[in-house]
């Protein structure tokens, strides 16, 4: 370590709303001689831990006024941060003022993340947005040639070993990496503001958008091994892989968290009773309703027994001991589940590298949000698909469905919704019985859905496919009479989709040819 290259530490700014291990610092800052700044309940903290401090107002010689709104707000402290040690004017300007450097800021901001969060009212959130926090840290972050600046109680250890090892000085480079860190706290704050204040104007997508994010792990690679990949969580209140905690298991890889989310979310949609999905590659694999947990799985399982190896279970319920010893006959890489028993937990235990998340609660699936998706120099920012239908679903055939198809029909359009396009799901029973996902002509995700279909029902032993009797689902209308025929020909009685096609009247006329029941949903649900 270069002598040159180190800035000593005498005099530190200490301002913050989160004092965890900040007495810890403040012993170590006093033992080595660094006058201390501090104000409010920062000062207070640091004097009940037997540290001298001075408060800001006795610095400046100014009282903190207007309910604490300015304390730090002077130029005998910015002055302080934001003079450049190297020019002699600088040095003459902190003479000429009375102006003593502040070599240290160490600052965390008022909770506004924590504040929206408890759901409070706009004016609590007014005042917890700090002003002057973000100033004493940008204006340290912008002068680290000369200044170390701190905003996280994480990085006090990093701070006080780079100290101990300078003898009292930092580094440049431990200096910019923190001045990096700096600036993106400010970010995220900012971010975050911006997001409420458009949420109370309504102005989902203002001329101007930030987003934020705290970075909760850094991946040992992304979708593929040579793509390097972070996982971030943004705040928002929403149970789900981003809240959830982790029980058991192997540290959760880039594609474990897009597939965990995509299962939570899907089995989040059934709010009537037990359900589960099983997700591969963000597609289900399979998804039943049923009286008790045990049997949804078992139903969804069974939809596509190949293909659920190595997927990921989510269900929409406390998970019992009974399902999550059926789970663990699998090798399937996360369960994901609002709660667990004991036993379950116990079950889990003997898959010890099977990750286990609890949310403590499922998403609302009418909830409304933002989805983002980049783009090569930009993004697309889109309102959360969180409606089913445009209205009760209009018949549009001669024939009605009978109750139990109207039942499937809603079940499996909502499965639909949750298939990347285009999608055809089967459903029986509130069971998935065949899903075609992701194919370039609807026609081809109908015949690929059926041949699931009749692939399940073999490895059950049955002689019948299973899409006999089954309803279908279309997560767009169908271009051409030929999806339709080949769910009619597969043995469907019923169809769902939204409608809208200049041939509608062909498909419609299909369909009452071929004794289906139709019904048209008025709501699109592609998912690219």
């Not at 590298?353 to 909830?367: E, F, I, K, W, Y």
């Not at 049955?462 to 009479?481: H, L, N, Q, Y």
């Not at 019923?494 to 040819?513: C, H, L, M, T």
Request: proline fraction near 4%; charge should be negative.
């Amino acid at each position: 370590m270069s002598a040159e290259a180190l800035t000593p530490i005498r005099r530190a700014l200490i301002s913050v709303s989160d004092k965890s291990g900040l007495a810890e610092l403040g012993r170590f800052l006093a033992a080595r001689g660094v006058e201390i700044l501090s104000t409010g309940g920062s000062a207070r903290a640091l004097a009940e831990a037997d540290v001298a401090v001075i408060e800001v107002s006795a610095h400046t010689g100014f009282p903190e006024i207007m309910d604490g709104r300015v304390k730090t707000l002077h130029p005998k402290v910015h002055g302080g941060i934001l003079a450049r040690r190297d020019l002699a004017s600088h040095r003459a300007a902190l003479t000429e003022h009375g102006i003593a450097a502040i070599d240290l800021v160490v600052v965390n901001l008022y909770p506004f993340e924590a504040t929206l969060a408890s759901g409070a009212d706009a004016a609590t959130c007014i005042e917890n947005i700090d002003i002057g926090g973000p100033a004493l840290i940008r204006a340290a972050a912008k002068n680290h040639a000369f200044v170390t600046v701190v905003v996280d109680p994480a990085d006090y250890p990093r701070l006080i070993d780079e100290m101990k090892a300078g003898k009292g000085a930092t580094t440049p480079d431990f200096r910019t990496q923190l001045a990096a860190r700096a600036f993106g706290r400010t970010g995220a704050y900012d971010a975050v503001i911006s997001g409420w204040f458009s949420a109370e104007l309504n102005e989902p997508f203002p001329p101007h958008v930030a987003f934020g994010g705290e970075r909760r792990q850094v991946m040992r690679y992304g979708e593929n091994p040579h793509q390097e990949a972070a996982f971030y969580v943004t705040g928002e209140n929403r149970p789900g892989v981003a809240t959830a905690e982790q029980v058991q298991g192997k540290e959760l890889s880039f594609n474990n968290l897009g597939d965990t989310d995509a299962a939570f979310e899907l089995v989040a949609e059934f709010t009537d009773g037990p359900a589960c999905a099983i997700i591969k590659h963000t597609n289900p694999c399979g998804v039943a309703c049923a009286p008790s947990l045990a049997d949804a799985y078992a139903k969804a399982l069974a939809c596509d027994t190949e293909s659920a190896f190595g997927g990921i279970v989510a269900v929409n319920q406390r998970l019992d001991a009974a399902t999550a010893a059926d789970i663990a006959k699998l090798f399937c890489e996360v369960v994901i589940a609002p709660g667990a028993e004991d036993g379950a937990l116990k079950a889990l235990a003997k898959k010890k590298d099977l990750r286990v998340l609890l949310t403590g609660a499922m998403p609302d699936p009418a909830a409304a949000g933002m989805t983002l998706r980049s783009l090569s120099g930009g993004f697309l920012l889109q309102g959360r698909d969180h409606a089913l239908t445009d209205g009760e679903p209009r018949v549009v055939t001669k024939r009605s469905p009978t109750e139990a198809e109207l039942v499937d029909l809603r079940f499996a359009y909502t499965v639909a919704k949750h298939v990347k396009s285009n999608a055809i799901v089967y459903a029986k029973d509130r069971a998935t019985v065949g899903v075609g996902a992701g194919q370039m002509s609807r026609i081809n995700s109908s015949r690929i859905a059926a041949w699931k279909a009749d692939d399940a029902a073999r490895i059950a032993g049955d002689s019948e496919s299973w899409t006999k009797g089954s309803v279908v689902a279309s997560d767009a209308f169908f271009p051409f009479a030929d999806g339709l025929l080949a769910a009619a020909e597969a043995g469907a009685t019923a169809v769902i989709q939204p409608g809208g096609s200049i041939r509608d009247e062909e498909v419609i006329k299909a369909a009452d040819d071929a004794g289906l029941a139709m019904v048209f949903t008025g709501m699109r649900h592609f998912r690219h």
